[in-house]
């Protein structure tokens, strides 16, 4: 073989593929396959967006230093501890290049989300899936699949696709069972829309050691997906390394200006709290109302199981057809189940009326 050889995990790895994104010749499509915002972005995010737009020669401030600060003081982190990323997605793969490397073991659950495995093989390392137990991660089945080469445990929380969560006291039980040196990773993407009193995305296991990172999306609630734009919650030592290894402007402008809005937009995410909090249970009851089984979700989507691959399938031919774009599950070994975003009303009421019509058939 000639010319440059890359390590072999990179090989191995299966392109992440998102949600499709339109219906060739088709206007008004509904999209409810990326989990993406059901009320779009605050419109003071966009304001915020649009204001730089006569500032697209100038270089972004390298060090996100204002939109550091305004997350710090709606959240109440110091800002020296928060890294800010192009999505969430680049924080938790510059994680994957600091801590783990080839004969190292990354390690999520079974139905976890895909980009883990993708950043454990970029790395070169091993991605380890430990079983779950009800489409919930499992503290025992974890703990008992840590080795001496296990660097990073990642859980989502709540994950994706599942929408299943642990409490605050299962996710401590699993820190307290890893040894001191490997990294907990806490991916809190969705924590914005839970409304469990057990529930905390993690910050005071951050705030406990030198060993939890909790990373956290502008991409959900907030609405600015196409901005790409993430932060991490992380012990100083983690944080450090984080600022030597991402890019020095890994942030644009736009992006900072946007998320700098959209994170003290408190109204804005109060209603797309409660919108969630209202249309959530009614899609499950939805669609549970047709036959199908859904996971008990507590973000902005539900995962319905279909009797078997081939109706999951049809389901969806069927509502693409209709201009409706779920998300399929087979790159999750689900190939029976279809994700399901929480749209505005009249497109949540379009999904159930047009599944019933495919059950119908
Ligand atoms: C659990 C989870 N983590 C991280 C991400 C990535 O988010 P970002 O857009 O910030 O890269 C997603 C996106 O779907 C997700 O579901």
């Known amino acids: 073989m000639t010319g440059p050889r890359a390590h072999p995990g990179v090989l191995d790895i299966k392109p992440y593929v998102g949600g499709e994104f339109g219906v060739p010749g088709a206007q008004d499509v509904i999209r409810l396959a990326s989990n993406e915002s059901a009320l779009g972005a605050s419109p003071k995010a966009r304001a915020a967006y649009e204001s730089v737009a006569g500032e697209l020669h100038r270089y972004p401030d390298g060090a996100s230093a204002a939109l550091r600060q305004a997350i710090g003081r709606v959240h109440g982190f110091d800002p020296a501890r928060i890294v ?18 080839p004969g190292d073991e990354v390690l999520y659950s079974e139905y976890g989300f895909l980009m883990f495995k993708i950043l454990a093989l970029a790395v070169g390392a091993k991605p380890v899936a430990a079983p779950e137990t009800g489409y919930r991660a499992d503290i025992d089945a974890i703990l008992a699949a840590v080795n001496e080469h296990t660097r990073i445990v990642i859980l989502a929380n709540p994950n994706n696709p599942t929408g299943t969560y642990l409490s605050a006291g299962e996710v401590r039980r699993l820190r307290a069972g890893l040894r001191e040196e490997i990294l907990l990773v806490i991916d809190a993407a969705y924590a914005e829309y839970v409304d469990a009193d057990d529930y905390t995305p993690g910050a005071e296991l951050v705030d406990a050691g030198e060993n939890v990172v909790m ?3 502008f991409s959900k609630i907030y609405g600015l997906a ?3 734009l993430g932060w991490c919650y992380a012990p100083t030592s983690v944080a450090d390394l984080l600022n030597r290894v991402r890019g020095p402007f890994n942030v644009t402008a736009a992006a900072q200006a946007a998320g700098e ?3 003290t937009d408190a109204g804005f995410i109060e209603e797309s709290r409660r919108h969630n909090s209202q249309w959530r249970p009614w899609l499950s009851d939805g669609l549970a109302g047709l036959g199908l089984t859904v996971t008990p979700s507590i973000a902005n989507f539900v995962l319905a199981h279909f009797e078997d691959a081939g109706q999951s399938a ?11 774009l779920v998300r399929g599950m087979v790159g999750y070994g689900l190939p029976q189940c279809l994700r399901i975003g929480v749209g505005r009303e009249e497109e949540n009421r379009l999904v159930i009326e047009t599944l019933g019509d495919f059950l119908k058939a």
Not at 91 to 101: E, F, K, P, Q
Not at 314 to 324: E, P, Q, S, V
């Open 314 to 324: 049809a389901a969806a031919d069927f509502l693409k057809g209709r201009n409706i």
């Open 215 to 217: 990373t956290r999306t």
């Open 261 to 263: 809005a959209a994170v």
């Open 226 to 228: 196409a901005l790409r």
């Open 84 to 101: 800010c990323g192009a999505g969430s997605d680049e924080i938790l793969s510059l994680l994957g290049r600091i801590y783990a490397g």
